[in-house]
């Protein structure tokens, strides 16, 4: 039980009552919150403050899901955290990055709706949502330039934190983490250019797997596993659907959750020309 | 950096963290105005720039000319400056896949506690010195036509097969004559000084990457083929 958090822990009333039946007897048919008092849980117990949880509980949706799940603890801290002094613009471009990625998660949900990765219905599909679905254009559009919106702001936040020297210690694991995103976000720059499957597409993809196959050792296996077989043919398509859709996204949205443990976590660094007030003289001592 | 700087940065990071604001309002307003900004333009992209789609893709089909979309035409572009065929697999993955790597590995590489961009001038020159290149790279990409005439002069019985071979892409990798781009592949004006016309067939049907197949142009259109591997077996050096 020591390890359960508060709000799973069992009401007041239970440890209360227990040992109430089993030593002093019944007879105390009061109110359960007086019963839980008088009878004295163990130490361990009394110390928490369960009683306030369960007595705020019940308050509105907001405290049912609180009481199940104390989340407000968690995002009261991660609102109210400090973020050091002289915090810039230039800081908010991962944030940026971010809404891009939301973005694309979002039209990509909804042109999801109407594509067909069948190479014969492929680019039918895809013309059916650009000529005849209302708004199908606008929502295409949406998601192709937010690509090349969300690949600028991803060049942008990784210079950001080169020269803010953001990746030193003790942030490299965040860095790291940063040059799988970038990575797996030109991915699926590269899977989804050719979903449309029109010559374009078509032709760029047939070059890159190309280009793929032809790295050493497992160039050719990683060029097989593109294709799906030794041509491109229609399994290439779906099998870049299925990274596009599932896979690759999948991969970011975890972790770009990871990036912003870490980043909730150690704290976002301060601009590096900046000193903290107090201290001016004594850290230009030390160095 | 050693325990002592890793200890001192701590210590003057918490100072400044504790001379700081709130996220909430005050950096959540900023990420916030972002997000407004970041969704206004793509809906501006979006509508000014629509979402063209070119006609279907067709394995068949000679004239279309490879072009990635633009933010892989730094990649794209260092395929052409690398020119000796031995060294293009070294471009086309050995230079990217050296980049991950140095990427990934840069926090144990600079391992200068110093932060500030002023007071660290390798990094802070690498760092411009590879935007610059990736912008000059992309840029060359971007102005990149994508030729479709050969001007060389030729018999008239290899016309035809000069046409296909000026609409089938080759001239994105290929040189003929003075028109099409040098790299990556080799300079074709005399191919067939260096390879008989077996040679050149097989290389079309079963080539050595990037260079796409040309098998689907040999089913589909047989005579269009034999005019192009007719056409490369008569480019030889003329005096
Ligand atoms: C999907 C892409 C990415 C998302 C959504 C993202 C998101 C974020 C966010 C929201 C922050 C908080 C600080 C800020 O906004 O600047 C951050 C910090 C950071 N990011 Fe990213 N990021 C992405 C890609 C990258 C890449 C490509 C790198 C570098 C290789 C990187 C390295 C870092 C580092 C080192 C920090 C800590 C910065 C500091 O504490 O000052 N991130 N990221």
Redesign the pocket.
Known sequence: MKMLPPALRPRPKKPGIKPAKNGNGSGNGAAVDENGKKSKPPLKERAKPVVDGAAEAGVGTIGWVDERSGLTPFLRGFMYRKVPKGINW?????????FA?AAQAVTGVFLAMYYDPNPTEAYESAARITNELFLGEFVRGMHRWGASV?IVL?FL??G???F?G??KYP?EL??I???V??IL?MVMGLTGYLLPFDQRSFWATEVAVALTGSGPMIGPYLGDFLRGGAEFGPATLTRFYALHMLLVPGL?AA??GA??Y??VK????APPWLKAEKRRELSEEEI | MNRQEKEQYLREYSLLKNQGKSFFPYAVIK?SFMAVLVMAVIIFMALLLGAELGPKADPTTTDFVPRPEWYFFFLFELLRVVKPPELVVMATVGIPTICMVL?ILLPFIDRNPERNPLKRPIATLAGITTIGAMAYLTLLGALAGTPTVIELETKPQFEAGRDVAAQSGCLACHQIGENGNSGPGPNLTDIAERLPRQAIERTLLNPTSPMPSYQALKDEQPEKFDDLVGYLGSLRETE
């Open positions: 230039f800081q908010t471009l991962g944030a940026a990055t971010m990625f969300m991803i936040h990784m950001r934190t080169f803010y953001a990746y942030r965040n860095w983490i940063g040059v995103l970038l976000t970011i972790l770009i990036h912003l870490l980043v150690l704290g976002i660094t | 990420d990427l």
